[in-house]
């Protein structure tokens, strides 16, 4: 790993979508595992972007008045771009699939495989879900109901489709279903979790047909490079993303830096086109595919799928205007399993901010600057001999820390949060024992509270950094506080591996008490 780039991509989000919650989750979670990887001293490339192509863009764009291109550039400045920001989400790049360095490379591609014969011109007849931009085979086209009574619609989205005529160039997927079969069983790790691996699988041995790759009925696309009467199908094209923004040919140098990507984080909806379509598209180039395709579950608001439709699609800075982006990212890297399905709600989000935030971590930070600050004029005391008690938290520390990072290595950011709160609960748990207060009312245990206080700040220490990658603000807050700055150098210096090794903060560095890290919050009555 370390002779290389650590690769990590959300998918580019559809332009005409409104950032919601789903779109905070993806995004974060990824900005969690790149920022984690940078503290352990990697090279690291993080990317995210927006898909702006297709009939669906191009529709809207006709109903607002203006062209397709001044439709997206507004949507990417005004709602996407300030997503990042609300979030607090450290992306190394943004792709847009309307960049000429993306319109090359996805040319450059695609002539590559029609000169390898893996595409030919045909004529298509079937079912088409503009709103997914996406084909629907026959035994996936159901009767609608409700408010679809009438309609077809997908059995894959629920989304109305349209039955369609067109001349079309097609890609040989077919050609590629023992091959990916092959994938799957040699490296079980390509998809997960488990419960996608299996569905993917399932609906590979059903036998894949070949897929169309071209629309000729509208021009909102990339020109196919051998007929400029046809443009690209919009997901043929955006899943090139992925090697485009990495280089693929524009910049081979760069190219050969970045690919294969380590991880690609998707919704479980999506891990079908980049499980399946996406690496056959690379196989059929003669690239290597990605390391993994990790397919995170849907959040359920009132325990439904958060969707449009149904008024329950919250965008994030609605959470972070109330409970600050640190809130915001440590809720969703907490409360929820990653891979899994997981209900939210603004009491938990509550409940959590006050328990484990304000009272938990927040609290500990505080007391134990108040605390020197009182019984030692603000300047970290030298710690003494260490205890039972000292040598049984300092273990706890180098064995949470280890778990956390094993836990990001296999893309568990809620189990590597159990193992870093293990040190908080701990650290309060040592302070309650050891009661300082007590101890500084009694003669000759000035060594002993030393040793209390200069413990609990190098535990408060190395919570900064490995909390670091999850809530970068309340993280600097604390660095400040500590005084680690002058000692130690900047926050994001630190290594992960190196952080539990004791006593890095030096006696007599000041430490001050700064404002609370999570003040309380008291919710208006109607989100109570």
Known sequence: MADRTFYVTTPIYYVNDAPHIGHG????????????HRQ????????????????????????????????????????????LRTIDVANDDFIRTTEQRHEKGAQAFWQDLYDRGAVYKGSFSGWYSVSSEEFVSDDDVVDGEGDDAGYKVSALDGSRVEYMTEENYFFRLSDYTDRLLELYEERPE??????????????????????SISRS???????????????????IEALLNYVTAAGYGVDPERFAELWPADIHIVGKDIARFHAVIWPAMLMAAGQPVPHRVFAHGWLLVGGQKMSKSKANGIHPGEIVATFGSDAYRYYFSRALTFGSDGSISWE?????????????????????????????????????????AETSLIDLIGTAVAAADAAIERIAPQDALTEVWRIVDALNGYLTEQAPWQVAKEENQSDRLATILATAAEGLRVLAVVLNPVMPKACASLWESLGAQGPLGPLADQRIDDVARWGQLPPGTPVTKVPALFPRIELPEQES
């Open 40 to 83: 352990r001293g990697e090279r690291v490339w993080y990317l995210t972007g927006v898909d702006e192509h297709g009939q669906k863009v191009l529709r809207k764009a006709e109903a607002n008045g203006v062209s397709p291109q001044a439709w997206v550039d507004r949507l990417v400045e005004d709602e996407w771009k300030p997503m």
């Open 25 to 36: 989750y993806t995004t974060v979670m990824g900005d969690i595992l790149t920022r984690w």
């Open 348 to 388: 938990d989000i509550h409940a959590r901010y006050h328990a484990e935030l304000a009272n938990g971590f927040g609290n500990l930070a505080s007391r134990v600057a108040a605390m020197i600050g009182r019984y030692h004029g603000g300047s970290l005391p030298a710690a003494g001999e260490h205890g039972p």
């Open 190 to 211: 390509f998809i997960q979790p488990e419960s996608s691996r299996n569905e993917i699988i399932a609906f590979v041995k059903r036998g894949l047909k070949d897929l």
């Open 217 to 235: 009925t509208f021009d909102w696309g990339i020109p196919v490079p051998w007929d400029d009467e046809h443009v690209m199908y919009v997901w």
